[in-house]
Protein backbone atom coordinates (compact mmCIF):
# COMPACT_ATOMS: atom_id res chain seq x y z
CA UNK A 1 0.00 0.00 0.00
CA UNK A 2 1.60 3.52 -0.85
CA UNK A 3 0.29 6.62 0.09
CA UNK A 4 1.33 10.22 -1.50
CA UNK A 5 4.33 11.99 -0.64
CA UNK A 6 3.97 16.28 -1.08
CA UNK A 7 7.02 18.45 -1.10
CA UNK A 8 5.54 22.04 -0.79
CA UNK A 9 9.01 23.97 -0.21
CA UNK A 10 7.95 27.20 1.54
CA UNK A 11 4.31 27.84 1.91
CA UNK A 12 2.77 30.79 4.29
CA UNK A 13 0.58 28.77 6.67
CA UNK A 14 -3.00 30.03 5.92
CA UNK A 15 -2.28 28.29 2.63
CA UNK A 16 -1.25 25.35 4.16
CA UNK A 17 -3.78 24.92 6.89
CA UNK A 18 -6.22 25.19 4.11
CA UNK A 19 -5.07 22.99 2.36
CA UNK A 20 -5.07 20.50 5.26
CA UNK A 21 -8.31 20.85 5.91
CA UNK A 22 -9.80 20.45 1.56
CA UNK A 23 -7.32 16.79 2.01
CA UNK A 24 -9.17 15.58 5.39
CA UNK A 25 -12.50 15.99 3.56
CA UNK A 26 -11.45 14.87 0.61
CA UNK A 27 -9.84 11.44 2.46
CA UNK A 28 -12.29 10.81 4.87
CA UNK A 29 -14.65 10.52 1.78
CA UNK A 30 -11.96 8.01 0.27
CA UNK A 31 -11.29 10.47 -2.63
CA UNK A 32 -7.55 10.53 -2.03
CA UNK A 33 -4.67 8.13 -0.27
CA UNK A 34 -3.06 8.92 3.24
CA UNK A 35 -0.71 12.04 2.44
CA UNK A 36 1.87 13.19 3.84
CA UNK A 37 2.99 17.09 3.35
CA UNK A 38 6.58 18.35 3.77
CA UNK A 39 7.06 22.20 4.01
CA UNK A 40 8.76 25.44 5.62
CA UNK A 41 6.61 27.89 6.79
CA UNK A 42 7.71 31.53 6.39
CA UNK A 43 7.78 33.27 10.44
CA UNK A 44 4.32 32.29 12.49
CA UNK A 45 3.37 31.33 15.59
CA UNK A 46 0.35 28.73 16.13
CA UNK A 47 -1.36 28.63 19.32
CA UNK A 48 -2.93 25.25 20.15
CA UNK A 49 -6.41 24.51 22.30
CA UNK A 50 -3.78 24.28 25.33
CA UNK A 51 -2.87 27.45 25.07
CA UNK A 52 -2.93 30.06 28.25
CA UNK A 53 -2.40 33.77 28.64
CA UNK A 54 1.22 33.17 30.08
CA UNK A 55 2.48 31.45 27.30
CA UNK A 56 2.21 34.09 24.77
CA UNK A 57 1.81 37.69 24.28
CA UNK A 58 0.91 39.76 20.92
CA UNK A 59 3.75 39.71 18.63
CA UNK A 60 5.26 41.39 15.62
CA UNK A 61 4.64 37.56 13.22
CA UNK A 62 1.52 36.57 12.12
CA UNK A 63 -0.70 34.23 14.61
CA UNK A 64 -3.13 31.70 13.97
CA UNK A 65 -4.96 30.15 16.49
CA UNK A 66 -5.95 26.39 15.49
CA UNK A 67 -7.69 23.48 16.45
CA UNK A 68 -4.34 21.34 17.04
CA UNK A 69 -3.56 19.78 20.75
CA UNK A 70 -0.78 21.44 22.60
CA UNK A 71 0.38 25.12 23.60
CA UNK A 72 1.62 28.04 21.54
CA UNK A 73 4.13 26.98 19.33
CA UNK A 74 6.91 28.85 16.24
CA UNK A 75 7.26 27.84 12.78
CA UNK A 76 9.99 29.29 10.65
CA UNK A 77 12.67 28.64 7.63
CA UNK A 78 15.21 25.86 8.47
CA UNK A 79 12.34 24.15 10.34
CA UNK A 80 11.01 20.74 8.36
CA UNK A 81 7.42 20.58 9.19
CA UNK A 82 5.39 17.26 8.55
CA UNK A 83 1.27 17.11 8.33
CA UNK A 84 0.15 13.90 7.68
CA UNK A 85 -3.59 13.33 6.66
CA UNK A 86 -3.76 9.80 7.55
CA UNK A 87 -7.37 7.89 8.13
CA UNK A 88 -6.79 6.17 11.59
CA UNK A 89 -8.46 2.65 10.59
CA UNK A 90 -7.85 1.98 14.62
CA UNK A 91 -8.87 4.99 15.41
CA UNK A 92 -5.75 4.98 17.55
CA UNK A 93 -4.13 8.45 17.95
CA UNK A 94 -1.36 7.52 20.56
CA UNK A 95 -0.08 5.12 18.06
CA UNK A 96 -0.06 7.46 15.20
CA UNK A 97 1.61 10.34 17.96
CA UNK A 98 3.94 7.12 18.18
CA UNK A 99 4.73 6.56 14.66
CA UNK A 100 5.91 10.33 14.13
CA UNK A 101 8.47 10.05 16.99
CA UNK A 102 9.93 6.93 16.10
CA UNK A 103 10.00 7.95 12.69
CA UNK A 104 11.80 11.46 13.59
CA UNK A 105 13.80 9.81 16.05
CA UNK A 106 15.23 7.40 13.62
CA UNK A 107 15.81 9.81 11.25
CA UNK A 108 17.94 12.58 12.97
CA UNK A 109 20.03 9.32 14.40
CA UNK A 110 21.60 8.85 10.80
CA UNK A 111 22.94 12.27 11.43
CA UNK A 112 24.10 10.99 14.87
CA UNK A 113 21.73 12.78 16.52
CA UNK A 114 20.50 10.77 19.45
CA UNK A 115 17.01 11.29 20.18
CA UNK A 116 14.27 9.65 22.57
CA UNK A 117 10.69 10.10 23.62
CA UNK A 118 9.96 11.75 27.37
CA UNK A 119 7.03 10.43 28.66
CA UNK A 120 3.94 13.04 28.91
CA UNK A 121 5.47 15.05 26.64
CA UNK A 122 5.26 14.54 22.73
CA UNK A 123 7.53 14.82 20.66
CA UNK A 124 11.89 14.38 20.39
CA UNK A 125 14.20 15.35 23.39
CA UNK A 126 17.92 15.15 23.35
CA UNK A 127 19.46 15.71 26.64
CA UNK A 128 16.45 16.85 27.77
CA UNK A 129 16.09 19.57 25.29
CA UNK A 130 12.80 19.41 22.83
CA UNK A 131 13.81 18.56 18.82
CA UNK A 132 10.99 18.75 17.73
CA UNK A 133 7.20 19.07 18.83
CA UNK A 134 4.33 16.79 17.49
CA UNK A 135 0.21 18.41 17.97
CA UNK A 136 -2.28 16.87 15.60
CA UNK A 137 -6.19 17.10 15.44
CA UNK A 138 -8.83 14.62 14.34
CA UNK A 139 -11.70 14.78 11.97
CA UNK A 140 -13.66 12.21 11.32
CA UNK A 141 -11.06 9.52 12.19
CA UNK A 142 -8.49 11.35 9.55
CA UNK A 143 -5.27 13.48 11.45
CA UNK A 144 -4.24 16.63 10.47
CA UNK A 145 -1.66 18.97 12.11
CA UNK A 146 2.10 16.96 13.03
CA UNK A 147 5.52 17.42 13.55
CA UNK A 148 7.70 20.60 13.50
CA UNK A 149 11.89 19.55 13.12
CA UNK A 150 13.98 22.15 14.07
CA UNK A 151 16.55 21.50 11.22
CA UNK A 152 18.44 25.04 11.25
CA UNK A 153 16.28 27.03 12.76
CA UNK A 154 16.77 30.45 13.83
CA UNK A 155 16.17 29.67 17.62
CA UNK A 156 16.03 33.50 18.86
CA UNK A 157 12.15 33.13 17.83
CA UNK A 158 10.92 31.03 20.66
CA UNK A 159 11.67 33.73 22.95
CA UNK A 160 8.48 35.33 21.82
CA UNK A 161 6.49 32.67 23.77
CA UNK A 162 6.82 29.67 26.10
CA UNK A 163 6.91 27.26 23.53
CA UNK A 164 4.65 24.20 24.31
CA UNK A 165 4.72 25.79 28.01
CA UNK A 166 8.56 25.12 28.27
CA UNK A 167 10.91 27.88 28.69
CA UNK A 168 12.57 29.40 25.49
CA UNK A 169 16.05 27.83 26.20
CA UNK A 170 15.11 23.94 26.56
CA UNK A 171 14.22 23.83 22.65
CA UNK A 172 17.31 22.74 20.28
CA UNK A 173 17.81 22.18 16.21
CA UNK A 174 19.41 19.80 14.78
CA UNK A 175 22.17 22.35 13.88
CA UNK A 176 22.97 23.17 17.38
CA UNK A 177 23.76 19.86 18.49
CA UNK A 178 25.91 18.86 15.64
CA UNK A 179 27.93 22.38 15.32
CA UNK A 180 27.21 22.49 11.94
CA UNK A 181 24.24 23.45 9.06
CA UNK A 182 22.36 20.37 8.10
CA UNK A 183 21.25 19.44 4.65
CA UNK A 184 17.40 20.12 4.49
CA UNK A 185 16.99 17.78 1.19
CA UNK A 186 18.80 14.90 3.13
CA UNK A 187 16.83 15.17 6.27
CA UNK A 188 13.53 14.94 4.24
CA UNK A 189 14.68 12.10 2.41
CA UNK A 190 15.59 10.19 5.62
CA UNK A 191 12.00 11.45 7.58
CA UNK A 192 10.06 9.86 4.51
CA UNK A 193 12.20 6.99 4.44
CA UNK A 194 11.52 6.35 8.24
CA UNK A 195 8.42 7.54 8.36
CA UNK A 196 7.00 4.88 4.94
CA UNK A 197 8.75 2.48 7.61
CA UNK A 198 7.21 3.35 10.48
CA UNK A 199 3.75 3.31 9.04
CA UNK A 200 4.14 0.16 6.90
CA UNK A 201 3.28 2.43 4.20
CA UNK A 202 5.49 3.56 1.19
CA UNK A 203 4.84 7.70 0.44
CA UNK A 204 5.40 8.34 -2.98
CA UNK A 205 6.38 11.34 -4.78
CA UNK A 206 3.44 13.73 -5.48
CA UNK A 207 2.45 16.83 -7.16
CA UNK A 208 0.96 19.49 -5.07
CA UNK A 209 -3.06 18.58 -4.55
CA UNK A 210 -3.94 21.98 -5.15
CA UNK A 211 -2.68 25.43 -6.52
CA UNK A 212 -1.08 27.37 -3.99
CA UNK A 213 0.23 30.94 -3.34
CA UNK A 214 3.66 31.34 -4.71
CA UNK A 215 6.93 30.34 -2.64
CA UNK A 216 8.45 32.89 -0.33
Known amino acids: MSGALIDLGTVEYGAAWQLQKDLVARRAADQTPNTLLLLEHPNVITLGRKTTPENFKPQKVPVFKVERGGDATYHGPGQLVGYPIVK ?70 FELIRPCGLDPSSMTSMQMITGKAVNMDEVKRKVVREYSAASGEEYVQQEAARPLPPKR
Open 88 to 157: LQDHDVRRHVRTMEESLIAAVGTFGVRGERKEGHPGVWVQGRKLASIGVAVTDWVTFHGFALNVNTDMSY
